[in-house]
T-cell receptor, first 113, second 117 residues
Framework: KQEVTQIPAALSVPEGENLVLNCSFTDSAIYNLQWFRQDPGKGLTSLLLIQSSQREQTSGRLNASLDKSSGRSTLYIAASQPGDSATYLCAVRPNNQGGKLIFGQGTELSVKP | DAGVIQSPRHEVTEMGQEVTLRCKPISGHDYLFWYRQTMMRGLELLIYFNNNVPIDDSGMPEDRFSAKMPNASFSTLKIQPSEPRDSAVYFC???????????????FGSGTRLTVV
């Protein structure tokens, strides 16, 4: 059974710091991995999608990496800003499970001015 | 595309009443998912459809919950009768078939915040 774990559960950093959020999954048979952001009281916004054949994806100050063989992904946020404060969720799309996404519990990030 | 559209945004109802939540997925997406999110249990997958056909409803908590997808552009999640413990945010999401990510990845709607009193 695929399980997704995110560490840490919560993180507080000063503005301007570079930071890394971690995601691990137990079964490497995945089609892709996606990082989402959720602001309080809002829906989930997709940040980056990495196909299983890819190693990383970048969007602005965000960089996500994928090491499928070790079951790990990281989300790197450069020069963090207070507006980055949100909960970040990692999700994998397993092979042969008809499109289901398996979510981690999320990392709650707080960037202090 | 306007994204995944859910209605209503907020719903307050009395225990025992029927509640219907609505979702319009992104055009061209083959999959539609209904999720429930609470502080205690996080994000739970309730049911999902592929090409309008229910594929996995193992997450539906009880027979009080039902979902339909009469066509590719509309789905409903119904709770009858509603109970206070059903209070949560209900999200609808859609995604393309694997290999068609040019149509976008997994996309969530803004959610319906349900309160049953």
């Amino acid at each position: 059974k695929q399980e997704v774990t995110q560490i840490p559960a919560a993180l507080s950093v000063p503005e301007g710091e570079n930071l890394v959020l971690n995601c691990s999954f137990t079964d490497s048979a995945i089609y892709n991995l996606q990082w989402f952001r959720q602001d309080p009281g809002k829906g989930l916004t997709s940040l980056l999608l990495i196909q299983s054949s890819q190693r990383e994806q970048t969007s602005g100050r965000l960089n996500a990496s994928l090491d499928k063989s070790s079951g790990r992904s990281t989300l790197y946020i450069a020069a963090s800003q207070p507006g980055d404060s949100a909960t970040y969720l990692c999700a994998v799309r397993p092979n042969n499970q008809g499109g289901k996404l398996i979510f981690g519990q999320g990392t709650e990030l707080s960037v202090k001015p | 595309d306007a994204g995944v559209i859910q209605s209503p945004r907020h719903e307050v109802t009395e225990m025992g009443q029927e509640v219907t939540l609505r979702c319009k997925p992104i055009s061209g997406h083959d999959y539609l998912f209904w999720y429930r999110q609470t502080m205690m249990r996080g994000l739970e997958l309730l049911i999902y459809f592929n090409n309008n056909v229910p594929i996995d409803d193992s997450g539906m908590p009880e027979d009080r919950f039902s979902a339909k997808m009469p066509n590719a552009s509309f789905s409903t999640l119904k709770i009858q009768p509603s109970e206070p413990r059903d209070s949560a945010v209900y999200f609808c999401a859609s995604s393309p078939h694997p290999g068609q990510e040019d149509l976008g990845g997994y996309t969530f709607g803004s959610g319906t915040r349900l309160t049953v009193v």
